[in-house]
């Protein structure tokens, strides 16, 4: 029962989730937005991480850092990683106490337990709510700054670059049979990368400092 909330509670989260997806790129499928897009990140990025065009790997390269960093500062700043951890560790306690209630077939101790779930659900629900957050922000500008590497590259006198295995691929190739090189060399340093932010932010998040700066930020 606990579980069928829980995956409807998650399934309504991600149906809004698909919406909102929705509406963002029908909004930017518009040829005026998208050319405002373009211009906004070339007046934005191109100083920052366009080297002239010299060197586009290290661009698409930074380009991962910048989003990865964005999302981890903002997955960090509104999830509270402590009161997750201990709402999926009582989540696990339940689940496990429930099912041994069910098993000696202890009717009273199952009816207590029920009794218990909507305030465990509605912790678990608070907990990883903030997670969800980012994704707002994370959509609106993630969309341009892809939009903004594609017309960069495709505007490179030379797009090819070079990896162990192979010399002169196309940014515009397509190594696996689906999805642009120039997508899959973003991905893979963004993933590394990512992780390492994040595991980073995490440990930061624990300690006094930043729950200090946290409070400063959201009174």
């Avoid at 700043?77 to 069910?102: L, P, V």
Wanted: glycine share 6%; charged share 15%.
């Amino acid at each position: 029962m606990f579980k069928k909330m829980n995956d409807k509670a998650q399934g309504s989260m991600l149906l809004y989730m698909l919406v909102f997806l929705f509406l963002i790129f029908f909004v930017f499928s518009n040829p005026t937005i998208q050319v405002a897009m373009i211009q906004f990140g070339q007046a934005v990025f191109y100083p920052i991480i366009g080297f002239g065009g010299n060197y586009p790997v290290l661009t698409v390269i930074l380009a991962g850092v910048i989003v990865v960093l964005l999302s981890s500062l903002l997955t960090n700043f509104f999830t509270d990683w402590k009161k997750m951890g201990e709402s999926q560790e009582t989540t696990k306690a339940f689940q496990k106490e429930i099912q041994k209630a069910r098993r000696e077939g202890n009717t009273n101790r199952v009816n207590k337990l029920m009794k218990m779930q909507p305030e465990i659900f509605k912790k678990q629900q608070e907990a990883s709510s903030g997670s969800m957050k980012p994704m707002i922000f994370l959509i609106i500008f993630i969309y341009p700054i892809f939009m903004w590497l594609r017309f960069f590259l495709a505007g490179l006198p030379h797009y090819y670059f070079t990896v162990p295995w192979a010399s002169n691929v196309s940014f515009f190739s397509w190594p696996f049979g689906f999805g642009q090189a120039w997508i899959w060399l973003y991905l893979i340093f963004s993933m590394v990368v990512g992780q390492i932010i994040r595991q980073g932010l995490k440990l930061i998040s624990w300690s006094n400092w930043w729950k200090n700066v946290k409070s400063r930020i959201r009174p």
